[in-house]
């Protein structure tokens, strides 16, 4: 049962720009950390970015730091991953994914909710 829906993934040439989305179901999104992660073929998963239930706990990797914005939207339930200044090696599927918070609302960074990912191909 698909409770996270990404979309917004495509082929663009390096230096592009793509934005995916994550649509969650109320109970989720109000009540999880949300995280992107990504993973290439003969790759482990690599987790891009996660966001807390405020908003203002955000972590990147730091292979995508300063090109890479999560955000999240609480009136449409969603996540973003706005992406700029894409590479090749940003190829890969992409998945949305909720998971456990401290008391604070902070990420626990455990992850239990997944969708069904969407694929972002960069060419050179």
């Known amino acids: 049962q698909v409770q996270l829906v990404e979309s917004g993934g495509g082929s663009v040439q390096a230096g592009g720009s793509l934005r995916l989305s994550c649509a969650a179901p109320r109970y989720i999104y109000s009540t999880r950390c949300m995280g992107w992660f990504r993973q290439a073929p003969g790759k482990e998963r690599e987790r891009v970015a996660a966001i807390d239930i405020g908003g203002a706990g955000i972590d990147y990797a730091d292979s995508v730091k300063g090109r890479f914005t999560i955000s999240r939207d609480n009136a449409k339930n969603a996540v973003y991953l706005e992406m700029n200044s894409l590479k090749p090696e940003d190829t890969a599927m992409y998945y949305c994914?909720?998971?456990?918070?401290?008391?604070?609302?902070?990420?626990?960074?455990?992850?239990?909710?997944w969708g069904q990912g969407t694929q972002v191909t960069v060419s050179s």
């Open positions: 994914a909720a998971g456990s918070i401290f008391a604070n609302g902070r990420c626990r960074g455990e992850y239990d909710v």
